[in-house]
């Protein structure tokens, strides 16, 4: 079965009152991550990677090598992120549970100091891509930044926390300002339970 867009986990305006509108929602959901979901099915239509889940796909076929990725593995590993991302956020505040805030506090020293890590990977992530904080292979968090589509599926790594960095995320909403965008994604969006789930 073909991989399906899912829906948002909250309205289209569930977050416009912190900072990300449904104009983007509309464009990034309905349009992006759409293309992500017909352009992924249509690559790998026929190929061997038909039937198989989207972690089997991101790792058969994300190459380190490579200047550029492929078209199956540029499409799938955007279907994957986007599946995360909009689960990342959420509508209601919720407070940093505390085992998430321990394992952060042993990593990073404090929440601010693995805030400002992360921040700097968003910022300083040349073009598009995405900042994370993963759980390491050695079981620890650190803080990444991947350019285009690549995840940490792509080196074994979990994906705590996601933040988009394409342009496309964040122009309606904050034009160029990139670094306000991740303060904000901080401070206002990120569904805190959810990111301590994934541990
Ligand atoms: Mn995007």
Redesign the pocket.
Known sequence: MAFQLPDLPYSHDALASKGMSAETLEY?HDK??NAYVTNGNKAIEGTKWEGKSLEEIIKGTYDPDAVAQSGIFNNIS?LW??NQ?WEMMGPDSTAMPGELEKAIKESFGSVDKFKDEFKAAGGGQFGSGWAWLVKDTDGGLKVTSTENGVNPVCFGQTALLGC?V?E??YYIDFRNARPDYLTNFLDNLVNWENVASRM
């Open positions: 990034h992006h991550h955007q992120n986007h991302f988009d394409w496309h995320s």
